[in-house]
């Protein structure tokens, strides 16, 4: 199957500094990604739909001046949590689809936590 | 928008037995359902799919029904051992051909197989 790689797989920060997170689609192009969040025991929630070459697409109740993403290449997306807050420590997880199937494929997450 | 809803939220069961986890979906237009396996702190892991032309799908020992009228959709899993223990997670999308469809998760289902 398609490879999606996460960057960093975790990282800590102090409140009020931003951190970004890559993901990239490994073996193949992707001109749409997925970023979900996913609190401890909880399911995954959408938080926006990454479009190449144009604006991601946020779902009802995400920030997207706090959420920054950046889908600059086929084969990468970016977020950016702006002025981050211990309430913004999560897992958070990039997917992709890739060819006809439909099939989402995922990255490896990012834990964030906010000191 | 899609709304999937899944129970039971925790299901233990004695090694060997059978598991049944059983989701709901209100978008009628949705046509692609997927199942998750998500061990903690890993990305999810496709089980097994179905799509909305055909009612059952099976894979050794995992098999997923469709009730498209009744709008749900159950996975099984028999023979159950100690490595299915994890989380599982529904999900549902339209998909007709593009990628650009979002993919909306359930709640989840934690199950424990009791050795």
């Known amino acids: 199957g398609a490879v999606v790689s996460q960057h960093p797989s975790w990282v800590i920060c102090k409140s009020g500094t931003s951190v970004k997170i890559e993901c990239r689609s490994l073996d193949f192009q992707a001109t749409t990604m997925f970023w979900y969040r996913q609190f401890p025991k909880q399911s995954l929630m959408l938080m926006a739909t990454?479009?190449?070459?144009?604006?991601?697409?946020?779902e009802q109740g995400v920030e997207k001046d706090k959420f920054l993403i950046n889908h600059a290449s086929l084969t990468l997306s970016t977020l950016t949590v702006t002025s981050a807050h211990p309430e913004d420590s999560s897992f958070y997880i990039c997917s992709a689809s890739q060819g006809a199937t439909g099939e989402l494929f995922f990255g490896e997450g990012s834990r964030l936590t906010v000191l | 928008g899609e709304n999937v809803e899944q129970h039971p939220s925790t299901l233990s069961v004695q090694e060997g037995d059978s598991a049944v986890i059983k989701c709901t979906y209100s978008?009628?237009?949705?046509?692609?359902f997927p199942w998750y396996k998500q061990e903690l702190g890993k990305r999810p892991q496709l089980i097994i799919d179905?799509?909305?032309?055909?009612g059952e799908k099976k894979d050794q020992r995992i098999a997923v029904t469709l009730n498209k009228t009744a709008k749900h959709f159950s996975l099984h899993i028999t023979e159950t051992q100690p490595e299915d223990s994890a989380v599982y997670f529904c999900a549902a999308k339209r998909y007709y051909g593009g990628a650009t469809n979002k993919l909306i998760f359930g709640t989840g289902t934690l199950l424990a197989v009791q050795p």
């Open positions: 990454s479009n190449e070459g144009s604006k991601a697409t946020y």
């Open positions: 978008d009628s237009a949705s046509n692609y």
């Open positions: 179905i799509r909305s032309n055909v």
